[in-house]
């Protein structure tokens, strides 16, 4: 399995953490992508640090946090104790993202950055040099269950060839509206993380779509 499957939990049960938990350690999936929304920075709640801990308590696989929140600086420290390994922070949402980037490695995660649908790659070109991983998202941030926006694929491309210039392993991943067939595009190319909310809870299978995922 190359691909990195990262099942969105947005769309499981959260009366059901431990076996929700347990039902992905024994897939294939290597991260857990735990989407947290403020009802600030996207027009959406979900939920926040006690549920990172939650999940924390049950696996020992990568959580994946997506933070769609206003301030993210505000809680990377927080955001290490709940147990997070990966952090993800908007583009949109840090005016000193330079400062965000450095301040999340130092408390021990890996960084990231995401763009939204309308937000230019090339806003990455000064930073893309300190950043461990980017999100492209794929649907406006928010919800699950949207569809998959095809400029998406355009943006993956330009992305891999200004990781590919700069030399560094760089993750590329795509978040929204991912279904097996777009996944096999993406993957081709240049994509390392698959996040699928619907795709994977809403399918007759769901281990055996998350292994189909990372098949691509
Ligand atoms: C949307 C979230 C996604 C979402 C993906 O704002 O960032 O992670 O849960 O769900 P699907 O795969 O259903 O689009
Ligand atoms: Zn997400």
């Not at 499957?5 to 290597?30: H, M, Y």
């Not at 505000?74 to 965000?100: Q, S, W």
Request: glycine share 6%; net charge negative.
């Amino acid at each position: 399995m190359k691909t990195i499957v990262a099942p969105s939990l947005l769309s499981c049960d959260f009366g059901r953490i431990k076996e929700e938990a347990e039902f992905l350690n024994e897939s294939d999936a290597q991260w857990f992508h735990l989407d947290v929304m403020d009802g600030v920075f996207v027009p959406n709640i979900s939920f926040g640090l006690p549920i990172i801990e939650a999940f924390r308590k049950h696996t020992e696989k990568t959580l994946d946090v997506h933070a769609m929140i206003a301030r993210p600086d505000d809680f990377i420290a927080d955001f290490k104790a709940a147990g997070a390994d990966v952090l993800t922070v908007h583009y949109e949402a840090c005016p000193h993202l330079n400062r965000t980037i450095d301040a999340i490695k130092k408390a021990g995660m890996k960084a990231g950055v995401a763009l939204n649908p309308h937000t230019p790659v090339s806003a990455l070109s000064d930073i893309i040099q300190d950043v461990d991983m980017v999100l492209i998202m794929s649907v406006n941030p928010g919800f699950g269950g949207q569809k998959f926006i095809p400029h998406t694929y355009n943006k993956v491309r330009y992305l891999k060839s200004l990781i590919d210039q700069v030399g560094k392993p760089t993750l590329i991943e795509v978040d929204g509206g991912v279904n097996l067939e777009i996944a096999s595009i993406l993957v081709k190319e240049g994509v390392d993380v698959l996040v699928a909310g619907s795709t994977v809870y809403k399918s007759k299978d769901p281990k055996a779509t998350i292994t189909a995922l990372g098949n691509c």
